[in-house]
């Protein structure tokens, strides 16, 4: 047998033994499957984020947000009645404005590199920490404290309880 014919069926296998993990849009009615998709946007965009990367904001929230995206979707492939529609509307747009965040927050990092080169997370909370930030270049100051405000409005935004709660 070819090596990569081996290596398909490894990875079929794989996808077998890990069916307990996943849900496809095969499973999902189509309303669900544009719900999910929804849901979905904001699972991928958060951890490529550099805020993230650089652990500037709160990973707990990701990882609640993941189990709330994985309860909802269980639901939905199940026909359960719970959660509502409007639970689900309400938790994407909070989402949503997660995300929305997040990126704010990206951006106002991008501004402050523009006057200071960092390479961790440590050092920019060290700096964002230290009053040589209030002494900074007004522009310099100013992106500090942009950064500053948009990191505690991202992590301010982030779930803090899965969603079986309100469900």
């Known amino acids: 047998m070819p090596w990569w014919a081996r290596r398909e069926r490894r990875r079929l296998q794989l996808l077998r033994d890990a069916r307990d993990r996943y849900i496809t849009d095969d ?5 669900a499957v544009v719900i999910m998709n929804r849901l979905h946007r904001p699972m991928m965009t958060i951890p490529a984020s550099a805020v993230y ?4 904001i709160d990973p707990h929230g990701v990882k609640i947000a993941r189990a709330q995206e994985w309860q909802i979707a269980k639901a939905l492939r199940d026909g359960s009645p719970h959660p509502t529609r409007a639970v689900i ?7 949503e404005e997660y995300v929305a965040r997040v990126e704010h927050a990206d951006e106002c990092l991008r ?12 050092e920019v909370l060290a700096y964002l920490a230290a009053p040589a930030a ?16 948009a ?12 969603p079986i709660h309100t469900i």
């Open 27 to 31: 499973e999902l009615p189509r309303d």
């Open 151 to 162: 990191l505690e409005a991202a992590n301010n935004a982030a779930p803090d309880e899965p």
């Open 89 to 95: 509307n309400q938790w994407a747009a909070a989402l």
């Open 53 to 56: 990367a650089h652990g500037l």
């Open 111 to 122: 501004a402050l590199q523009e006057f200071r080169t960092f390479t961790s997370g440590d």
């Open 134 to 149: 209030n002494n900074a270049p007004v522009g310099e100051a100013a992106a500090a404290a942009a950064l500053t405000a």
